[in-house]
């Protein structure tokens, strides 16, 4: 990710910015999820559409992520 797309984010979530890359919409979206579970962190109902339209076209992808200590 470019400094300026970096900027352009803030602290956005998904319901309000993506990357610009498309092909690089469902790795964000499975790191976004996967970070989300590790802290035991909500998603609001926007967040969860946005999240839910991106990983619609992303088959077979799976979310990882290391487990919190």
């Known amino acids: 990710m470019s400094a300026a797309s970096n900027r352009s984010k803030a602290d956005q979530d998904p319901s309000t910015w993506l990357p610009p890359a498309v092909g690089y919409r469902c790795q964000y979206v499975t790191d976004w999820v996967a970070d989300k ?3 035991g962190l909500s998603i609001d109902t926007g967040e969860h559409a946005a999240l839910a339209e991106v990983l619609d076209n992303c088959p ?6 290391p487990l919190a200590r």
């Open 60 to 65: 077979n992808v799976p979310v990882t992520g």
């Open 37 to 39: 579970t590790r802290w």
